[in-house]
Nanobody, 124 residues
Framework: QVQLVESGGGLAQAGGSLRLSCAASGRTFSSNAMGWFRQAPGKEREFVASIHWSGGSTLSAASVKGRFTISRDNNKNTVDLQMNSLKPEDTAVYYC?????????????????WGQGTQVTVSS
């Protein structure tokens, strides 16, 4: 059974940092792009960041560029999201996802495996 399990969410103050991790099991995703999305209450799920299968290229949403960094370790089958300079508007459930192809992508339709999500709450 393929699973993506997120960890590292929690409560942070504005200006603080959190690091999310996603561990994949059941199959390897070393040939697939991976991504992070988030969904705030009452809002659509939105793209945060994505990373190429090799880790050599990334995409980030404008709202997090310069503050969030996505990385991966194909040997460990993991993908991380380092979040710095957090803002209250970053509060959301964060989801890890595996894309069907190797190229980083911001489109939900390109992802076919999803984790259950981890809550991130940023207080002002």
């Amino acid at each position: 059974q393929v699973q993506l399990v997120e960890s590292g969410g929690g409560l942070a103050q504005a200006g603080g940092s959190l690091r999310l991790s996603c561990a994949a099991s059941g199959r390897t995703f070393s040939s697939n792009a991976m991504g992070w999305f988030r969904q705030a209450p009452g809002k659509e799920r939105e793209f945060v960041a994505s990373i190429h299968w090799s880790g050599g290229s990334t995409l980030s949403a404008a709202s997090v560029k310069g503050r969030f960094t996505i990385s991966r370790d194909n040997n460990k089958n993991t993908v991380d999201l380092q979040m710095n300079s957090l803002k209250p508007e970053d509060t959301a459930v964060y989801y890890c996802a595996a894309a069907t192809g190797p190229v980083a992508t911001e489109y939900l339709i390109d992802y076919d495996y999803w984790g259950q999500g981890t809550q991130v709450t940023v207080s002002s």
